[in-house]
């Protein structure tokens, strides 16, 4: 097998040794001489993978009792408008904090239901920072709080759970979930869709406080309500089998690996190593403030953009992909997910240094 190190934002990397599990699996899944695409979602063998996938993301993440795991479709930017369907009241005021592209896209959705406040805004500094807390103009009444805690586009993360008292603070965690312990009891609604850092895309997983399932509008459709996941343990009709399969490998190997504490660990030595090149180089940049640096994706642009179509070309040669930049941004983006092995990092920081070197 020749793998390269890759470093997409999404669809992203997946463990090499899950991607073995999946092969091997496919002809003949579980001695029921079909693969795993090809049997009832309502089999005793697909359910006890459901089973298995959900209790190994309660244990990976430390789900409490009072919380409902649902496996979703219509990835993150369905969430944008299921938050304000199932969460507010027509007219209701919602507050939303904007500090980037994909909180800005939330926002956008939300405006169709609700009344929005957004009660902070990044944009006048190119959202390149989390604006502090003290400073959020937050409305005395609002369902919900939405923030986005990884931008997965400029590379900006907070280094805090905002305090929102008995506001529901909903969250969407597409880029940063599982990258480091959370304590969910601090949520009313996380969702993230699979593709970055679960498995493959088509299923999104929301984890719900279960006194905020029964808060849907009447004209609310089935599928776009909570309730009807919770009350069918996400099968209201028929599931993505497949990436449901491959995302309970991945939780299954997280735990494996040591859980949550471990990836931390990991992936914080690997931001460092990676900001700490960025930083000591006069050639590269990365303009995230340092306070609201993303531990999994690492902009970065080089002091001639004339060089970014070589930097591409030379990097694939060295078996590093998916290193374009976001064309809102520019540049270079380094998305470095679980499924990155800290020699990817130190590969890339090779490639970067020997490119410098050869461009002076
Ligand atoms: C990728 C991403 C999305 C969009 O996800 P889809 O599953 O494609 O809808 C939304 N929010 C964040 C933070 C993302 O990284």
Redesign the pocket.
């Known amino acids: 097998m020749s793998r390269v190190f890759n470093f997409s934002a ?1 669809p992203a990397a997946i463990p090499d040794s899950v991607l073995a599990t999946v092969r091997d699996d496919i002809p003949d899944w579980n001695n029921t001489g079909s693969s795993v695409m090809e049997v009832s979602h309502r089999s005793k063998e697909f359910v006890a993978v459901a089973a298995k996938a959900e209790q190994d993301l309660r244990d990976l993440l430390g789900v409490p009792d009072n919380y409902s795991v649902l496996f979703t479709q219509g ?3 369905l969430q944008f408008a299921m938050a304000p369907l199932n969460l507010s009241a027509e007219g209701q005021t919602v507050d939303y904090v904007q500090t980037g592209t ?1 909180s800005k896209k939330a926002i956008g959705e939300a405006r169709h239901y609700c009344n929005v406040n957004v009660v902070a805004d990044s944009a006048d500094e190119n959202f390149t920072y989390v604006p502090p807390q003290e400073e959020w103009q937050r409305s005395e009444d609002a369902a919900y709080l939405h923030y ?1 805690p ?3 586009i400029a590379g900006v993360e907070f280094s805090f759970i905002p305090d929102v008292g008995d506001t529901p603070l909903v969250a ?1 965690m ?2 940063t979930i599982l990258s480091r312990p959370i304590d969910v009891s601090r949520f009313g609604v996380i969702y993230a ?1 699979a ?2 850092n679960i498995g493959p ?1 088509g299923i ?1 997983l929301v984890i719900v406080r279960n006194d905020l399932l029964s808060k849907a509008r009447a004209s609310t459709p089935s599928l776009l309500k909570y309730s009807v996941y919770a009350e069918s343990g996400s099968m209201t009709n028929t599931p993505p089998v497949f990436s449901w399969y491959v995302a309970g490998l991945v939780f299954a190997y997280l735990k494996e690996r040591g859980g949550l504490d471990a990836m931390a660990e990991i992936n914080e030595r690997k931001a460092s190593k990676l900001y700490a090149a960025i930083d000591g180089s006069d050639f590269y940049s990365n303009p995230v403030r340092k306070d609201s640096r993303s531990w999994m994706n690492v902009p970065f642009i080089l002091k001639d953009a004339e060089l970014d179509g070589k930097f591409l070309s030379e990097s694939v040669a060295a078996g590093l992909t998916g290193l374009k930049g976001h064309r809102s941004v520019g540049g270079m983006r380094a998305s470095i997910y679980n499924a990155m092995p800290e020699a990817g990092i130190d590969a890339l920081i090779r490639f970067m240094g020997d490119f410098e070197s050869a461009s002076a």
């Open positions: 999404g990835g993150a930017t994909w986005t990884n931008e997965t969407d597409s880029s869709g593709q970055k895309a999104t």
